[in-house]
């Protein structure tokens, strides 16, 4: 595996989370414990334009980037563990009961992290 890899999966994530979201946004919130409302779905389209907009810079900075890349990884680190904080932050402050989605989703979100982080060490 390698650092180029390691963006294409990540984008490869994000892709089944944002179709996932496009296609079962009631199935995604209620894993978390939140009803689908009208309004709460309109702004998840908003934020799926935002998502959507990471998604094409994860899959291009590779080729923009080229053996520069390990430059990338240590923002994606941090990138990817902003949903994690995000996610303890809730639960710790009761606006989220811990969910199995949630715990999974944390999970995932670490070990890109540590992925981006140790591949961008090893190739800098």
């Not at 079962?24 to 799926?48: C, N, R």
């Not at 810079?57 to 980037?65: D, I, R, S």
Request: proline share 3%.
């Amino acid at each position: 595996m390698n650092l180029k890899l390691v963006f294409r999966i990540y984008f490869g994530f994000g892709a089944l989370f944002g179709v996932m979201m496009l296609f079962a946004p009631e199935d995604i919130m209620e894993s978390y414990g939140i009803a689908l409302t009208d309004e709460a779905a309109l702004m998840m389209q908003f934020m799926m334009i935002a998502y959507t907009s990471l998604l094409i810079v994860t899959w291009m900075l590779p080729a923009w980037l080229g053996d520069d890349l390990s430059k990338a990884g240590t923002a994606y680190m941090v990138i990817a563990l902003l949903p994690v904080a995000m996610n303890i932050f809730h639960v710790v402050t009761g606006a989220l009961p811990t969910s199995t989605s949630q715990i999974v989703e944390t999970l995932i979100w670490i070990v890109f992290a540590g992925l981006f982080y140790f591949y961008s060490k090893k190739t800098a």
